[in-house]
Nanobody, 116 residues
Framework: QVQVAESGGGLVQAGGSLRLSCAAS????????VGWYRRQAPGKRRDLVA????????NYVDSVKGRFTISRDNVNNTVYLQMNSLKPEDTAVYYC?????????WGQGTQVTVSS
């Protein structure tokens, strides 16, 4: 099994930056890819923001391209989401998901609030 835990959320003004961290533990060798998702309102689905594979291939949703950067530190088993030029519409609970052959593992989420 894999455990993931997010951190780094908070309150920031529009135009500011935050860096989210997703720390993985457990059977980390089995992780194929890690994605950052966000839920922008209660009851809405979690939407993919960015993902990174074990080969460091990355993918971004159009709305964050050029502003967000996903990266991974294999030594510390952590995936980061650097978020720059934040906008009020980026306000959401951000979740990390680890994808393995045995299943997907989600963290509890971290709140990001961007004030205008």
């Amino acid at each position: 099994q894999v455990q993931v835990a997010e951190s780094g959320g908070g309150l920031v003004q529009a135009g500011g930056s935050l860096r989210l961290s997703c720390a993985a533990s457990g059977s980390i060798f089995s992780i194929n890819s890690v994605g950052w998702y966000r839920r922008q309102a209660p009851g809405k689905r979690r939407d993919l923001v960015a993902s990174i594979t074990s080969d460091h291939d990355t993918n971004y949703v159009d709305s964050v391209k050029g502003r967000f950067t996903i990266s991974r530190d294999n030594v510390n088993n952590t995936v980061y989401l650097q978020m720059n030029s934040l906008k009020p519409e980026d306000t959401a609970v951000y979740y990390c998901k680890a994808v393995t052959l045995s299943g997907d593992y989600w963290g509890q989420g971290t709140q990001v609030t961007v004030s205008s």
